[in-house]
Every structure is written in structure tokens, then in C-alpha cells.
């Protein structure tokens, strides 16, 4: 009798954990963005996190724990929790070879950087404010840090409105005078006297170079607004001087634009760079251009994810999963991508309105990969300087911002042999 | 006469070949220029050259095509034609600067710098001339070589530049430094206040740096400790003490500038002023008390007195705003309020009658009224203010007070009067008649005089920008759910004893309803018995009710917010956390789309802190 119990007990057991935790991530989802932190939670302390792409939005499912249970009661996540049986049956479901779903088994808390200068305020930046509000924790490098290796020790990189080619932002003509302008000139100027640079356009081009090693090595660099077009000018533009002399001191090399070599670039080429010291842009590879920007419809403008193959192509879907497919848009000092610009091996994620507007690309590079998500705020349509933070308690399902957070995952997913 | 029309149509020709060569260059110059303006800086140079070479001594062809070998980089070419332009113009000291400025950027610093000396010395010391000098030095970013320039300029004039070397020492955040110029503004010029202000307009753009402030004062206390008569010094650091919220030291400095100035007072007072302004009460209370022990002859001494008066209350209000109803502090209350009363009370009496009088009767009267509860010694303290000055600013807010005293005292027809006066009075504001009339619907509610009361609500409601719009509107609907409730007489009947403070009563009232069965009124009528519980420090009882509540209706929609004041009387008023987590964690189970589940995350969280593994 007595094994009879002790058999009952442990099956009684066994079915217990099996029970799972499912955090749907369609549009019954309470809290998209908090949602994202429980799998980071979750991975951190040391349980395993299945994505499952395409099902329900890109849902979460992990054994169930009481703990986690109530962290998401506390952070306002959704979850439903199931046996072990219906989770065997959405599981076969996915593994169907009709449905466009699948299964990556995310195992490991990603430790993330974020490139920002020490006079960084978090609501400069989107990411930032995004892995603050889904509590993910993230540790701050700049230039030195970058160039001394410390890259090695992280698995994701992210960065935001940083100005690689060395111009501050070429935020010369309005605000040259206020001080944060200035500060940003002196910390910078010092920074790469610290690093042995005569000039912050080396020492932002030296960075690009470091980072890039970095991803070749394995890393994965997330890039947003400025930090995408810039970061592939700075590489372009190892070997010449773009910098006007209100950014440097002395003249750009005249012959720049024919200097530039596009090979080095991630993901564009052929650009031509923009010759006005006091013109808001960088490149023509922003669309809209800055001085157009005040003739955008909000209300018109929207972006279109793509879809991928789930079983054949895990990347991209893990990239694009969210709960709807087409995305409101929203500026920045890079606010979208000229298609006609983009390298053919780069795989375009999102795309705009407009032909040539893409609004999210991925490519890889070495043994690691790259992501540009265009634009500055997905919730502040045209966000401007001095302006307010944005209150991510007021947009818990921001797609727009999922998207940033699906990135931050993805470098915890399982590697799984290529099918293709 | 042939010969003369011969030499007359050569010299025509000879004018027209001039003019079209002319506009011809002209026309290339534009070209170029927009080749220029268009990136394409080889065919602009190649057309400034030929332009340059056909005419060196024509200064808008040397100067453009000099700043398009600059811009480049051909600083070889571009010193050659400088040099050749300098042979015929030795004293052409801009071309110097530009000589120099090429010779910064080719790293020969010290050819650049004599250059810049030779200039300097061929222009005869001009102070203009090291403006030009620095101006261009600082458009080319050689922000140290420019800063030599002004300082060198000092050897003419030794406080020239005063503002733009502190700005570019500001620039490379040698705060120390910058401050030290700027104070030059404030050194020749003794006591000037425009000089003041105007440094002050100056400073206005650092001093939200928190470490030029911190400089800043510590450069300007040196600077005092060396020039003791300075008043301009006082009256700056006083005013960075305040950037500083150091209003302490600020007051120091004030008393300095009294004793220096012997202003009979008025120095101080506007201290106090800004002081009791920025509700630095502390400060400000000294300050008054500073001008009543030392000008009593001043012109301000008056309204020292009743700065010195209003800030005492303050600070007492300050004291026991948060525990009003502990009763251990009861004495301790009056003994304070009877204090601030005493001093009003001097004031009346030292000063009959004066513009202030009005203000000063209502504090009286208001503390009689908000503190002690005496609505006898309150309402003559308001009355007197509507006998002796009606048409003073205080007479509406006691019409108010006089209004609230007769609900208090139960006469109702008082109240409606009052009320109906201030919707007359001529110096009542929108705001206050709004008030007014919401409070006449109210009491009409009170009353049970249901209709009435709406129609006056609808008339409020008309108007969407009152802030009473929302409270009739709930109101509205309250009576308009409930009218047909045989019930509702005896819940607004509670409802007018709750706001007359006769808690007892109104508790029995609320009791009775809830006792009477289910009715739309008995979950409102819970939720108001287990707020006068509270109130009345019954707290058992209150979650007696409230567990009453959740076994009598456990489907209602408002189940989650009882629970809710379950937890909180645990967790607020019995200190009893396990308990008030319980509930707490009830709501994050049970009710995940509660109004109030941010507040119980907030309050979990507090409790739990950060949960791990």
C-alpha cells in the first residue's frame, strides 16, 4: 500500500511539473513589453524560455513556477497556465508543417551593453527606456571601454542617436551655443585626447572599426535612428576626412565622396554624404529627408512587417514577431532606409509607404549579425530636442517597441542547424 | 573732325571689349560660385584660378579663390597666393591672420603664432584688431590660441573682453576661470545694479550646471573676502545662495547689505518676501523677525509684522497638517494656534483698520474655525470681516466659512443665504459662484429636494470649463440611479450628517440601509460605514463589515475594491502586513483588471521587494 502511495505521489508530482506557464502575445496580452522582461526574468534565473514564433503573436512558454506566476501578476504580464498535455498539444501544432510556426528554445539571459556617453539621460533613447520599463538590466560603454575590448564580455550591443562620423549630431546651426551642445563637444574632445585622437571623427571611426570586429566575432549589434547610417558613413569614410571645420577644426577632403568605400559598410552603399556642415542630415540615406520631415502625416504613415518562414528562416520571424503587421510610423534623425541604398545581402525586415523607405533591416556579418530599426521614438511621432520622456505605462503594447525587444532576446535563442 | 569721330569710335569699342571681358568674368565668378554651392569644388577651383590669374589684384577673385584652396586642403597653393597678394599689401593684417591660420593647421604653431604678432604690430595695437584676430581663430576652433589673443589685448585695456574670454573658459569648463572674468564686470563698478543685472542675465545660462554654481559661489566668496565694500558682490552670492537653495546663507548676505546700505529695513524685507514666496518658511520667519527687533520707525515694519504673522502660521501648519487628529498632539495644537492668534490679535491692535485688517480677522477666524473647532468664535471673526470690510478681498471667503458654519450648526435656510449672498456678491469670482451654487445643489440633495437639485447640477454642468462640472455630473447620476430607491432620503440624510461631522449618527443611518436588504444603495452604503469606521478608529469592526460585504455579495463589481480596503486597513491602519499582503495578493490572483491593481503592484513590490530564485 505504502508503494502504492509513494508511486501515486511522485506521478502526481511528475504531472505537476508539467504544468507550464503560456504567455499569449497577441492582442489579449495585458503588457507586451513587460512580457518580455518575465522571459528575461525567467532566463536569468536559470530556466529555459520556448518562443513560440507565430503562435498567438510570438508566445512565451516556460514550466510553471509560482515565482514567475506571481512576478507577472506584479508586472500586469498576462499568462495562462496550462498542463503539460495542452502544451504537448500547441506544440504539436506548431511543429505542423502547414503552420508557419515554430519552436526556439531561448537559454540563456543575454548580457547587454548600450553605447551612450556618460552624459546620457535614459529618455534620450528608446531602447533604454524599453529595457528599463521591461526591467532588463543593461550594463552603459562608451569610447574607451569599446576600444579596450570590453565588447568581448557582451552578447548584445545597442545603439542609438550616437553620431559616428564625429559632427555631434550636426546639431551645429541651432544649438552650438547651449551647453549640453557644449558638453557634448568638450566630453567627446577629451575622450579622444584620452585615446591618443586628434579629432573625434578618428576616434568615432576607430570605434565603428572595434565594433565591427566585435560583431565578426560573434556579436550582435542592435542600431537605431543616427546610430545606422552613421555608423556605416563612419566606416565608409575610413580613409578621408567628411567633417567640416565647424566639427573638426579644418575642411573636409574635397574629394571625399570619392574616397568612401562602401565594401567596409554593413549594410549600405553608394550614398552620397551631405556637403552642408549646417543641414540636419548625414546622408542621402534617410527618408525622409530632415527638412522634409515637417511635411509627414502621421496619420499616413505606416509600415509594413514582412513575413517569414518560422521553420526555414528563424531569424527574421524571431525579428518581426508582434501582434500586428503593420506598424504606425515615427521619425527620427534617421527615420527610414533608402532601399536603393541597402546592400543585396542585407534582408529587409519592414518596410514603409513609400518604394524606397525601409524602415528595419538584418544582415550578418562574420559570425555575428546586425539589426537598424530607423527612426528615433515609435511612440513620439517626431520627437524633439528638449522634449519629454514618453511614459511607456501609457503604450504596454507598443508594437513599435516590441520589435526593439524582440531584438534583445534573440541572442538567447539556441542556435539550431541551418534546414537550408 | 574724322580724326575725332575715329578716336570716338575706338574708344567705344575699346569700352565694350572692356565691359563684355567684365561681364564675361562676372558671369564665370557666378558659375563658379554655384559649382561651389553645388559640391563640385574642382570646377570651382579651376574657374577661380583662371579668374585669379587674369586679375591677382581684384580681391573677390584672390579671396575666393584662396578660401577654395583652403578648403582643399592646398594650404601650399593657398600661402603662395597670400604671399604674393601680402608683397603688394604688407599691411594687410587679415590676410596675415589667414597666413597664420594655415600655418596652425600645418602644424607650424609657432610661424602661426608670429604672424599673428606681426599683424598685431602692423595694425598699430588696435583693440579692434585682436576682436578680428580672435574672431577668426575661434571660427577655425583654435578656441586656446584665440583665448592668448584677448588676454593680449589686456596690455591696451586691461578689462577688454571681459565677456568673451569667460565664455570661451566656460567652453572648456574652466568654470573657476570663467567666474573670475565675469566678477571684472561687477569690480569697477561699485554698487551698480544695472552692472548686476546684467552679470546676472549672463550667469542665468550656467548656472543650471550644478558645478559651475558650486565655482561660482566659492569664487565670488573669495572675491568678497578681499573686497569687503563691494556691495554688488552681497547681492550676487545672496542670489546664487538662493540658485543653491541655501537660503541661510543668502540671509547672511542680506543682513551684511542692511548694515552696509542702512536701508532702514527694506533690504531685508524683499529677502523675506522672496523667501516667504519660495515657502522657505524658516528663513523667512527670521528675516521678519530681523525688521521687528531692528526698524520699528521703518516703512515696512507693518508689513513685517504681518509677514512675520502669516509665516508663523505657517510653519505651525506645517508642523501639524499630517497629524490633526492624534489626540496626543491636542494640546500641543492649541498651545500653537493660540500663540498665532495672539499674534494677529497684536497686529489688530497696533494697527486698526488698515488695508491688511480684513485678511488678518479671516486667519483669525479660520483658525478658530479649521483648528479648534469653535464656530461661535469663528463665525464673529467672519462676520466682523463682512461688517468692517464687504467690500474687501476676504469678504467672499468668509461668506464661504459663514456658509460651512450654519451646515455645520444644522440651519439650513443660514446656509442657503450665505450661499445665495456670495452668487451676489460683485467681488465673488466665477470660480467661487460655481462653488457656491454646487453647494446650494448639494444641500438641496440633503435635503431630499431631488428635482431641485438637479436642475441647479444641469446649470452647472452647462458650463464645461467649471471644475464643479464632474462632481455635479456624478451627482446627477447618483440621485438619477437611485430616485425611484424609497431608501435614497434616508442614505443623503446620512450623507448630510457624514459632512456635518456627526459620524455616530450618520453611521446608524448607513447601517440601517444595509440592514434594510439588498438595495442599488447597500454596497454604497458598506463602503460608507467602513469609511466612518475608519475614521472612528474602528478598525476591527470596519473589517468586520467589510468581510460581511464580501460573504453578502460575492459577485459584485465591486468586490475587488473591498478587498482592497481590507488590505489597506491591515496594512495602513493595523500594521499587520501578512494580513494586508494576503489580500493584496487576493486582487493580483483574482481581479488582474482591478482599478487599484497598479497601487497593490506598487504596495507588493514595496513589501517583497525584488522576488529571486
Known sequence: MKKILIILVLIYSQLLSQQKILIPMDLKQTDHLKAYGIAYFTLKNGMDVEWLLNYRGGSFLMDYNEKIAMECRLRGVLFEPISGAESAEIISLISKPDNNMDVVKLEKAPKIAVYVPPNFRPWDDAVTLALEYAEINYDKVWDTEVLQGKLKEYDWLHLHHEDFTGQYGKFYRDFNNTDWYIQQVNINEAEAKKNGFKKVSELKKAVARSIKSYIAEGGFMFAMCSATDTYDIALAAENTDICDRYYDGDPPDPDFQRKLEYSKCLAFENFTIDRDPFRYEYSDIDVPPNDMAQFANPDADYFTLFEFSAKYDPVPTMLTQCHVNILRGFLGQTSSFKKSLIKKSVIILAQGNGVEDVKYIHGNFGRGTFTFYGGHDPEDYQHFVYDQPTDLNLHKNSPGYRLILNNILFPAAKKKPQKT | ????????????????????????????????????????????????????????????????????????????????????????????????????????????????????????????????????????????????????????????????????????????????????????????????????????????????????????????????????????????????????????????????????????????????????????????????????????????????????????????????????????????????????????????????????????????????????????????????????????????????????????????????SKYNEILNHQNASNDQKEYAKFKVAELLYFEGKYDSSIKVLNEITSNLSSDYTNDALILINFIQNNQSNKLLTVFSEAEKNESQKKLPEALELFKSIVESGNSSLSEDAFFKIISIQRKLKLFTEALKTANKFINNYPESPLIDKMMFQCAQIYYKDLNDVKNALTYYEKILVEYPNSIYINEVRKIVREIKGDINF
Open chain 2, 1 to 416: 573732325m574724322k580724326r575725332f569721330t575715329l578716336l570716338l569710335f575706338i574708344s567705344l569699342f575699346y569700352n565694350l571689349w572692356l565691359f563684355s571681358q567684365d561681364q564675361n568674368d562676372l558671369s564665370l565668378f557666378q558659375l563658379a560660385q554655384q559649382y561651389e554651392r553645388a559640391g563640385e569644388i574642382e570646377q570651382a577651383e579651376k574657374i577661380y584660378q583662371k579668374l585669379y590669374e587674369k586679375n591677382p589684384d581684384y580681391f573677390e577673385f584672390y579671396d575666393s579663390y584662396r578660401k577654395i584652396l583652403e578648403y582643399s586642403k592646398k594650404y601650399e597653393n593657398a600661402t603662395k597666393i597670400i604671399l604674393k597678394w601680402l608683397e603688394k599689401r604688407p599691411s594687410d593684417f587679415n590676410q596675415i591672420v589667414n597666413l597664420a591660420i594655415i600655418k596652425f593647421r600645418l602644424g607650424e604653431e609657432n610661424l602661426a603664432r608670429e604672424k599673428i604678432q606681426e599683424a598685431i604690430k602692423i595694425a598699430n595695437n588696435n583693440i579692434n584688431v585682436y576682436r578680428v584676430i580672435a574672431a577668426s581663430l575661434l571660427e577655425a576652433r583654435y578656441y586656446d590660441e584665440a583665448l592668448k589673443i584677448y588676454y593680449q589685448a589686456r596690455s591696451i585695456d586691461k578689462n577688454a573682453f571681459i565677456i568673451e574670454i569667460a565664455y570661451i573658459l566656460v567652453f572648456r569648463e574652466k568654470y573657476e576661470d570663467a567666474m573670475l572674468e565675469y566678477l571684472k564686470l561687477l569690480d569697477n563698478n561699485n554698487n551698480n545694479n544695472n552692472q548686476f543685472g546684467y552679470l546676472q542675465s549672463l550667469l542665468i545660462n550656467h548656472i543650471n550646471n550644478k558645478n559651475f554654481l558650486d565655482i561660482a559661489i566659492n569664487v565670488t566668496k573669495n572675491k568678497l573676502s578681499e573686497n569687503r565694500n563691494n556691495l554688488s558682490y552681497y547681492y550676487l552670492l545672496s542670489w546664487l545662495y538662493n540658485e543653491q537653495k541655501n537660503y541661510k546663507d543668502s540671509f547672511e548676505m542680506y543682513l551684511e547689505i542692511e548694515r552696509r546700505k542702512k536701508s532702514n529695513g527694506y533690504e531685508i524685507f524683499n529677502f523675506a518676501e522672496n523667501a516667504y514666496r519660495d515657502k522657505s518658511y524658516d528663513i523667512a520667519f527670521k528675516a521678519y523677525q530681523y525688521i521687528i527687533d531692528n526698524f520699528k520707525n521703518s516703512g515696512v515694519y507693518l508689513l513685517a509684522r504681518l509677514g512675520y504673522a502669516r509665516v508663523s502660521e505657517e510653519l505651525v501648519n506645517t508642523l501639524f497638517n499630517d497629524s490633526l487628529d492624534n489626540n496626543k498632539l491636542h494640546t500641543e495644537i492649541i498651545s500653537q494656534y493660540s500663540r498665532i492668534i495672539k499674534i494677529y490679535e497684536d497686529f489688530l491692535k497696533e494697527f486698526p483698520n488698515n488695508q491688511y485688517s480684513s485678511e488678518v480677522e479671516y486667519r483669525i477666524g479660520d483658525i478658530f474655525f479649521k483648528r479648534f473647532d469653535d464656530l461661535d468664535k469663528a463665525s464673529t471673526y467672519f462676520n466682523n470681516v463682512l461688517k468692517k470690510y464687504y467690500l474687501q478681498n476676504y469678504s467672499v471667503n468668509s461668506l464661504i466659512k459663514l456658509a460651512e458654519i450654519a451646515f455645520q450648526k444644522n440651519n439650513l435656510n443660514e446656509t442657503y
